[in-house]
């Protein structure tokens, strides 16, 4: 069965500061790979996805990620963090190659930025 | 705004009693799902339609159903309600099933007191 673990439950950054999440997968074979956002309140927003091609991929608000296969890691990072990035993030897997295309979501992390 | 809707936004019922989450997903999609984030178990995939077909199931529980219609919007139907049924549920729709980009809708807040 396929899995993700967000290792970093709660992580503080000083605004102007980089950012990475991380993001770790269990899949036996490529999977789709994605990052949402959750605001107080709110629901998910798509950040950025992965299906195939290059392994860096660019998302909204500045944010990028990379697929490292060898690793089956896709971590998620930003060079300089904005106070109104302060939210919760979620890394994805959803598999290509069965017909149950439901998304697993990794447990979240929760960016906390410091001005 | 993602262009899934869903309603009601909060919705607050007591146990053994029925509920009905409704979503209507973005204009071109095909598929819905259903999804239930709560603090103890996080994001769980509920259950998938793809155009009025029940296409995969998962930790749904069977006092819970669901069924798309025609127009393609979605339900949720929660019966029997137990404290531990107090979740935000989220409904997200993609194009078709291959595709696999989900857009979410802002989710239905149920708390069973």
């Known amino acids: 069965a396929q899995s993700v673990t967000q290792p970093d439950i709660h992580i503080t950054v000083s605004e102007g500061a980089s950012l990475e999440l991380r993001c770790n997968y269990s899949?036996?074979?490529?999977?789709?790979l994605f990052w949402y956002v959750q605001s107080p309140g709110q629901g998910l927003q798509l950040l950025l996805k992965?299906?195939?091609?290059?392994?860096l991929v660019q998302g909204i608000k500045g944010f990028e990620a990379e697929f490292k296969r060898s690793q089956s890691s896709f971590n998620l990072r930003k060079p300089s963090v904005h106070w109104s990035d302060a939210a919760e993030y979620f890394c994805a897997v959803g598999p290509m190659d069965t017909g149950r295309r439901a998304l697993t979501f990794g447990s979240g992390t929760r960016l906390q930025v410091q001005p | 705004d993602s262009g899934v809707t869903q309603t009601p936004k909060h919705l607050i019922t007591a146990t053994g009693q029925r509920v009905t989450l409704r979503c209507s997903p973005r204009?071109?999609?095909?598929?819905v799902y259903w999804y239930q984030q709560s603090l103890d178990q996080g994001l769980q995939f509920l259950i998938h339609?793809?155009?009025?077909?029940?296409?995969a199931k998962g930790n749904i529980l069977e006092r819970f159903s669901a069924q798309q219609f025609p127009d393609l919007h979605s339900e949720l139907n929660l019966s029997s309600l137990e404290l531990g049924d107090s979740a935000l549920y989220f409904c997200?729709?993609?194009?078709?099933?291959?595709?696999?980009?989900?857009?979410f809708g802002p989710g239905t807040r149920l708390t069973v007191l």
């Open positions: 992965y299906f195939s091609g290059d392994t």
């Open positions: 997200a729709s993609s194009v078709d099933y291959r595709t696999d980009t989900q857009y």
């Open positions: 339609y793809y155009n009025g077909e029940e296409r």
């Open positions: 204009s071109e999609d095909l598929s």
């Open positions: 899949y036996g074979a490529t999977p789709y």
